[in-house]
């Protein structure tokens, strides 16, 4: 059996908030038939169902973020899970937007939803998937930028990664790690610096007067005299 915590702060308010990435992926591992609706238990919401043959609760604490820990331990401890068989999935400020990894132990980060659980599992042996949503760029800006909607565009790298979370978690449930990072690599979508990597996505950011330079020249050059012979210089033309 395993335990998956998905972290966030309950309340429409807050339900767009890149904080709330972690829900927004167990809304979306819960929309398959295999689970059941959710029920309020453990100061949270839970819903059971089975994934490649493994019993799984998903668990969205309604403790708020500071809290998350009370939620993910009083759940760990009514159905006697293990900590290494328990998996938060958590918005990841150190990642470039659209990234993933999967972790193993190791410190919360100043993250403090992961701070609450390593409290209450006295432990950090557990596994965390982390989404990244990108760096406002200055520690002050920090916290209006979790507490803040994804914009729109957003929109062309989360909803792909949010659904590739649920289409590939049997990976996760088996162990295979690395398998399930590499399907959710953002091929065509963000580089490491969160720029994209598809030529078509790069030229898309480019300004309208860059595209118009990077296309053949549409002027019509005349035949003869000076302003022919100057224009041929310009477009690299030259006489076949």
């Known amino acids: 059996m395993m335990l998956v915590a998905g972290l966030g702060n309950p309340g429409d308010r807050y339900a767009g908030n890149r904080h709330n990435i972690g829900f927004m992926a167990i809304d979306e591992i819960a929309r398959d038939p295999a689970f059941s609706p959710f029920s309020k238990k453990f100061s949270g919401e839970i819903a059971e169902g089975v994934i490649d043959g493994e019993k799984i609760v998903l668990l969205k604490p309604l403790t708020f973020m500071n809290e998350s820990g009370r939620s993910v331990g009083e759940a760990a401890r009514f159905f006697k899970i293990e900590p290494k068989d328990v998996v938060v999935i958590h918005d990841e400020l150190n990642l470039a937007a659209g990234r993933v990894r999967v972790k193993a132990g190791g410190g919360h980060g100043g993250h403090n939803g ?68 590499n399907r959710l690599a953002p091929t065509g979508k963000v580089s490491d610096k969160g720029e994209a990597t598809d030529p078509a996505e790069k030229r898309k950011g480019k300004s309208h007067i860059h595209q118009a330079r990077s296309g053949k020249p549409s002027v019509a050059i005349p035949e003869k005299g000076p302003m022919a012979e100057m224009l041929k210089r310009m477009f690299g033309k030259t006489d076949s």
């Open 114 to 181: 992961l701070r609450s659980i390593d409290a209450h599992l006295g432990t950090r042996d557990y596994k965390r998937v982390r989404l990244g949503i990108g760096h406002p760029g200055h520690k002050d800006q920090v916290s209006p930028y979790v507490l803040s909607d994804f914009h729109k565009v957003d929109r062309e790298w989360l909803d792909p990664l949010i659904e590739d979370v649920r289409r590939h978690f049997g990976l996760l449930v088996k162990g295979d790690d690395a398998l399930f990072m």
